[in-house]
């Protein structure tokens, strides 16, 4: 089996499940008991905000566990909403962000936000000037992704972030599909905000984080209990939390020379496709982007008969986000991107992760091409 979806959800690593065993184990106490049970959980919550903190680079008190991804997203925008919507109702985001910051963005507008959607060039790239000059004195957050879900390509952050800093809007960034596989620092990229997502890199689903730089306004989503000092309510999942802190720490450790290893099995896939299918095209700029995804067009087939048909062989790759696979709905980000329907329903993702190898590469360079002329009727 091979496994080119590592966008979609990633293999938990097994130093992961090592290291969360005992929480599910002997170590069943409630972090916020005072008695033996509760302390001797209690630290090891607190020794994965450190290492969730020193992946992103910002202070550990600032890390906010949550159960996902989504809920990070949805956290900061309608938190910020919450919080300054006495002092403006304008929100900046782009047309291709991952659906937990659209949609979250897009109910606002139903609660009488204003949200100014922009758009991205053929390459998928956003440009920093249209995104300032879009910010008026109502502006109070902007939400843009390090990364992009379906075709990897990179936002300017630090630019981003210094535009929000010089104009003093606060800067959400969903950091979901960039964070163990580029580097990332709140601190220096100037992030009010960066949504996390454990199944991302390695760890169980289930577990996300939102970072929320200390000073920044935000008002919680989940009210209950003081857990993450008042952000959020709620006991802890501790075993997913202390599987998040060692799959960072695993990532810190392994990214230079593991995302070096990658962009060389992903740039052997892409160029093996280009050369041996006609018409076979990149979505997306070749340079600025995560060095483990390729979003490739081949024309004259679909891509849920193509995706069905490498599943037969054993190998799983995908169209686009995970969550909207099975639906007839087109791509909103090749959509952006200025592709037609007939390019986006062409349009196949392979993400590649940690355990993929040049023997995989090689088997899916051998048979792609006889699916894609069957597929086409010319074999
Ligand atoms: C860019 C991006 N943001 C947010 C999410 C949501 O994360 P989760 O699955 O943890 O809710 C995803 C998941 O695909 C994503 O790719």
Redesign the pocket.
């Known amino acids: 089996m091979i496994y080119l979806d590592h966008?979609?959800t990633t293999p938990v690593h097994p130093d992961v499940v090592e290291a969360l065993l005992p929480f599910l184990q002997g170590k069943f106490g409630n972090p916020s008991s005072i008695h033996w049970a509760g302390r001797a959980v209690k630290g090891a919550v607190e020794e994965a905000r450190e290492q969730v903190a020193a992946l992103v680079g910002c202070e550990p008190g600032e890390v906010v566990f949550t159960a996902?991804?989504?809920?990070a997203?949805n956290m900061a925008i309608k938190g910020v909403a919450a919080a300054l919507r006495g002092r403006g109702n304008h929100i900046i985001t782009t047309r291709v962000e991952?659906p937990?910051?659209t949609s979250a963005c897009g109910y606002l507008e139903l609660q009488g936000f204003e949200v100014t959607w922009l758009e991205v060039d053929r390459d998928g790239l956003l440009d920093p000037e249209r995104l300032e000059a879009a910010i008026t004195d109502r502006t109070i957050l902007i939400s843009a992704?390090a990364?992009?879900?379906e075709t990897g390509i990179l936002f300017p952050i630090r630019e981003i972030g210094e535009i929000a800093a010089r104009r003093r809007v606060y800067l959400h960034c969903?950091g979901?599909?960039a964070a163990g596989k580029i580097p990332l620092s709140v601190r220096d990229d100037g992030i009010s905000f960066l949504?996390l997502?454990g199944?991302?890199l390695n760890a169980p689903?289930g577990v996300?984080a939102l970072v929320v730089r200390r000073g920044v306004k935000c008002h919680p989503l989940i009210h209950g209990g003081s857990q993450e000092r008042n952000r959020r309510g709620g006991t802890e999942n501790v075993a997913g939390i202390v599987a998040f802190g060692k799959a960072c720490a695993i990532a810190r450790e392994t990214m230079t020379r593991e995302m070096g290893r990658l962009k060389g099995l992903r740039d052997q896939l892409e160029e093996g496709i280009i050369a041996r299918i006609s018409g076979a095209r990149v979505n997306g700029h070749r340079e600025r982007r995560l060095p483990t995804t390729t979003n490739i067009t081949i024309p004259g087939v679909g891509a849920d008969t193509l995706l069905m048909a490498l599943d037969l062989e054993g190998i799983a790759a995908s169209s686009g986000?995970?969550?909207s696979s099975g639906t007839l709905k087109l791509s909103p980000v090749l959509d952006a991107m200025g592709r037609t329907p007939e390019e986006a329903k062409g349009s196949v993702r392979f993400s590649l992760g940690r355990g993929n190898t040049d023997e995989e590469i090689d088997r899916v360079l051998a048979v792609l091409p006889a699916i894609v002329a069957r597929l086409r009727g010319e074999s």
């Open positions: 966008n979609a996902s991804g989504t809920e997203d991952h937990a910051v992704m990364a992009n879900n969903d979901v599909q949504a997502s199944h991302k689903k996300g986000a995970a969550c």
